[in-house]
């Protein structure tokens, strides 16, 4: 199994232009996670989704975030305008989550984001 | 929401010896505690999780114990080697029904001195 795919691995952007980070999920996992990581706060869970539909958002910083999981292989997180303290590296993780599965996370390798 | 305490934020500790990472929760709901190593520009990675129906986890040089009254859970590496180091992350999940999702601890950073 190939893992959590995230693309880009790098991204370099002006502030208020529009980013977007994508993930695919490993193959039979039925949720999926957007976490943040930065210096100052660590990691951050932003939005998860179960069975493609988004189950908690509160964790997204401000209405400029937005996600999206159109199917059970793909997921976008968006960022519009983005600003300079949208620096981060965002992580995208899945799990396999049932009564019976131990519905361990996870982790894709990150998108480093750098917003000028 | 949960929120999750760790200690310490910094860990240096001679190689062959032992160390212990720290953390409590404050939802008593929270059921799930998984442990992350992360290295330096790479992701996090599963090392130990452990459930509220058990008290203590072993695999090989890891641990992990889980006091459920008090609210805290602990990591346990023994015989330390060099490629222990790295930043180690603890992290509660809640029962369900919107709280999936991993609240994690502010990170320890395990140094092991040669």
């Known amino acids: 199994d190939a893992g959590v795919i995230q693309s880009p691995r790098h991204e370099v952007t002006e502030m208020g232009q529009e980013v977007t980070l994508r993930c695919k999920p490993i193959?039979?996992?039925?949720?999926l996670f957007w976490y943040r990581q930065t210096m100052m706060r660590g990691l951050e869970l932003l939005i998860y989704?179960?069975?493609?539909?988004?189950?908690?958002d509160s964790g997204m910083p401000e209405d400029r975030f937005s996600a999206k999981m159109p199917n059970a292989s793909f997921s976008t997180l968006k960022i519009q305008p983005s600003e300079p303290r949208d620096s981060a590296v965002y992580f995208c993780a899945s799990s396999f989550r049932d009564f019976l599965s131990t519905d361990t996370q996870y982790f894709g390798p990150g998108t480093r984001l750098t917003v000028l | 929401g949960e929120n999750v305490e760790q200690h310490p934020s910094t860990l240096s500790v001679q190689e062959g010896d032992s160390a212990v990472i720290k953390c409590t929760y404050s939802d008593s709901a929270s059921n799930y505690f998984p442990w992350y190593k992360q290295e330096l520009g790479k992701r996090p990675q599963l090392i130990i999780d452990?459930?509220?129906?058990?008290g203590e986890k072993k695999d090989q040089r890891i641990a992990v114990t889980l006091n459920k009254t008090a609210k805290h859970f602990s990591l346990h590496i023994t015989e330390t080697q060099p490629e222990d180091s790295a930043v180690y992350f603890c992290?509660?999940?809640?029962?369900?029904?919107?709280?999936?999702?991993?609240?994690f601890g502010k990170g320890t950073h395990l140094i092991i001195q040669p």
């Open positions: 193959s039979g996992h039925n949720s």
């Open positions: 989704f179960n069975n493609n539909v988004p189950i908690d």
């Open positions: 452990i459930r509220s129906n058990v």
């Open positions: 992290a509660a999940r809640g029962t369900g029904g919107g709280a999936d999702g991993l609240t």
